[in-house]
């Protein structure tokens, strides 16, 4: 196991360096760079000099090749800095840890309730096979899973805040938040974050529950299935302690691979819903050209893309004992 490991990390601090070159590579091809984007949003009319100018450049790292940046902004990283953001004058680091909890708050609420909901209900419609109830759900699932979120989210905007005023209608917190109470405040974030959750989840509800069907009508399907209804077994035993079990790897599998969507966030929702996440932070950081947020930020999701799939191989040998690692 600790080779495997040693293995794997090695793996994938090179994934990393590979990753992080080629995106610094890119975003300095973009049409534009940090001075003529602050240029543009403070004073459209203002112009500067060729000698300002220069300045700036050599203040920001842009009087150098791309390439001898990133070996900087490599240095930078190899003594935990992240460098500052341009826009903000901001530690990214620090900008990073600012938006990381209401992005959990979000996210991590959400995976809770997909996951609670998708193995009861995936199994129900397995067992349900054919009949109406489950021909019903099915196509609701398959209504929610197509409608797009942020059309979800104007529409529950318009219905729950402009016409009915149930929910605040985006933001966090309220204006008089400092004022509240403890059980006020918690009251009034739970409030804001109502709308983006349900927005969050509904999606993601009917394709887990889908793939946690799909995977059990394989298996129902196999011999030691059948040899266990012979013998008796109940459907719910033949169901949950035969079949479900050897679903659980390609569970796993999904859990590992959504664990980036935990911090990276929903760019589209954050912004509807004026949302101080990591997803609104990326966006505002691609459109000001601010380098260093965006290779923090990249770094940040790359890494846990890379911890996700880790976490999902050793999680294979706790739902199979027949998985070793050499």
């Known amino acids: 196991m600790i080779s495997y490991l040693i293995r794997r990390i090695l793996i994938a601090v090179v994934t990393l360096i590979l ?14 760079d940090p001075i003529t984007v602050d240029m543009a949003q403070s004073d459209p009319s203002r112009s500067l000099s060729p000698e300002d100018r220069k300045r700036l450049e050599k203040i920001y790292g842009l009087d150098k090749h791309w390439t001898i940046a990133y070996g900087q902004w490599i240095g930078n990283l190899v003594r935990l800095e992240m460098g500052q953001s341009i826009s903000r004058k901001l530690p990214v680091a620090r900008l990073i840890r600012d938006r990381l909890l209401p992005t959990l708050l979000l996210s991590v609420s959400s995976l809770l309730i997909t996951y609670i909901l998708c193995i009861p209900l995936g199994l129900w419609i397995t067992v349900r096979d054919g009949t109406v109830g489950e021909r019903a759900l099915s196509t609701g699932l398959y209504m929610l899973y197509s409608l797009p979120s942020f059309v979800a989210a104007l529409f529950l905007q318009l219905l729950l805040s402009v016409k009915l005023g149930w929910l605040p209608l985006m933001g966090m917190v309220s204006d008089d938040y400092e004022q509240m ?13 109502l709308m983006p959750a349900a927005c969050f989840t509904y999606g993601s509800l009917a394709y887990y529950t889908r793939f946690v069907k799909s995977n059990m009508m394989e298996v129902v399907r196999q011999d030691y299935v059948r040899t266990a209804k012979a013998k008796g077994v109940t459907p719910v035993g033949v169901v949950w302690k035969h079949a479900f079990r050897n679903t659980l790897i390609p569970l796993v599998t999904l859990i590992g691979l959504t664990l980036p969507a935990l911090l990276s966030g929903a760019v589209i929702l954050e912004q509807i819903y004026s949302w101080p996440g990591m997803g609104s932070l990326f966006f505002a950081s691609i459109r000001e050209r601010d380098y260093p947020t965006i290779m923090g930020l990249t770094l940040v999701f790359s890494a846990l893309t890379l911890l996700g799939q880790l976490l999902a191989d050793l999680l294979y040998a706790v739902v199979d004992p027949r998985v070793t690692y050499s």
């Open 181 to 193: 109470s403890l059980l006020g405040k918690t009251w009034d974030i739970f409030k804001h974050a």
């Open 19 to 32: 990753i992080t070159f080629v995106i610094y590579g890119l975003i300095r091809s973009i049409p534009g």
